[in-house]
């Protein structure tokens, strides 16, 4: 069998991910296509953290609210995906941890740096939610913190598009793709792959992202065997 290309990688999962089609809550059987993807992982020795955002539920769209209540909000709405996503990988036998940066005792863990290592050495997937546990900062700026925290060698983000393109593919048909893209590209062509705040971190730590096409779940498993997939930035 040939060696996986990454042994431990964090991914980030959009909530409108996990959301399908509907664009809103949670769609079981895109979740579930996710997760046995990352079953796979597993069966295949690669350590997995996640990082999930919670845009399929709350994506502080009520401007009248004050930016902080509306980003703790939001860091709910990511401990919702994080347990939808842990249940549904237990159903598959897949040993799981849900950690947060806000404490809830009765439901997840306390977000420990150590703990969550041990835990993806025991072969255990690690989601993380609440982002950074801070507002003003986004589930990206979280992927990036979290990735440099447990030494990921690459962050794995799962977009509605295959790839980083040189404007909006969707509207500009004459959109260039990147199979390959360095960080300070991104920033001064400013690009919208992640927040600049995340890929300055990510730029900083020497940390590879890697974009690829979520709708397509089993890209994961084809990236981290070391297909070229989707762009790799660097």
């Given at each position: 069998?040939?060696?996986?290309?990454?042994?431990?990688?964090?991914?980030?999962?959009?909530?409108?991910?996990?959301?399908?089609?509907?664009?809103?809550?949670?769609?079981?059987?895109?979740?579930?296509?996710?997760?046995?993807?990352?079953?796979?992982?597993?069966?295949?020795?690669?350590?997995?953290?996640?990082?999930?955002?919670?845009?399929?539920?709350?994506?502080?769209?009520?401007?009248?609210?004050?930016?902080?209540?509306?980003?703790?909000?939001?860091?709910?709405?990511?401990?919702?995906?994080?347990?939808?996503?842990?249940?549904?990988?237990?159903?598959?036998?897949?040993?799981?941890?849900?950690?947060?940066?806000?404490?809830?005792?009765?439901?997840?863990?306390?977000?420990?740096?150590?703990?969550?290592?041990?835990?993806?050495?025991?072969?255990?997937?690690?989601?993380?939610?609440?982002?950074?546990?801070?507002?003003?900062?986004?589930?990206?700026?979280?992927?990036?913190?979290?990735?440099?925290?447990?030494?990921?060698?690459?962050?794995?983000?799962?977009?509605t598009i295959d790839g980083v393109y040189?404007?909006?593919?969707?509207?500009?048909?004459?959109?260039?793709?990147?199979?390959?893209?360095?960080?300070?590209?991104?920033?001064?062509?400013?690009?919208?792959?992640?927040?600049?705040?995340?890929?300055?971190?990510?730029?900083?730590?020497?940390?590879?992202?890697?974009v690829f096409e979520i709708a397509k779940?089993?890209?994961?498993?084809?990236?981290?065997?070391?297909?070229?997939?989707?762009?790799?930035?660097?």
């Amino acid at each position: 069998m040939p060696e996986n290309k990454y042994k431990r990688i964090l991914l980030k999962l959009s909530g409108e991910a996990l959301a399908g089609e509907n664009k809103i809550g949670i769609d079981t059987e895109t979740v579930d296509k996710i997760c046995e993807q990352i079953k796979e992982l597993v069966k295949m020795k690669t350590e997995v953290a996640i990082v999930v955002g919670g845009g399929n539920f709350w994506r502080g769209a009520n401007k009248k609210m004050e930016r902080t209540t509306s980003d703790y909000m939001g860091m709910l709405a990511t401990t919702m995906n994080g347990l939808a996503l842990q249940n549904t990988l237990e159903e598959k036998g897949v040993y799981t941890r849900l950690q947060t940066a806000i404490e809830m005792r009765e439901i997840a863990e306390p977000y420990i740096k150590r703990r969550a290592v041990r835990h993806l050495e025991k072969g255990r997937v690690v989601i993380f939610g609440c982002g950074t546990g801070n507002p003003y900062f986004t589930t990206d700026t979280a992927a990036a913190l979290r990735a440099a925290e447990i030494d990921a060698e690459v962050i794995l983000v799962g977009k509605t598009i295959d790839g980083v393109y040189s404007a909006d593919p969707k509207i500009d048909k004459n959109a260039k793709k990147f199979d390959e893209i360095t960080y300070l590209d991104i920033l001064s062509d400013n690009l919208k792959v992640m927040d600049s705040t995340a890929i300055s971190l990510c730029r900083d730590n020497d940390i590879h992202l890697i974009v690829f096409e979520i709708a397509k779940p089993e890209n994961i498993v084809k990236i981290v065997k070391g297909e070229k997939i989707g762009t790799l930035i660097k």
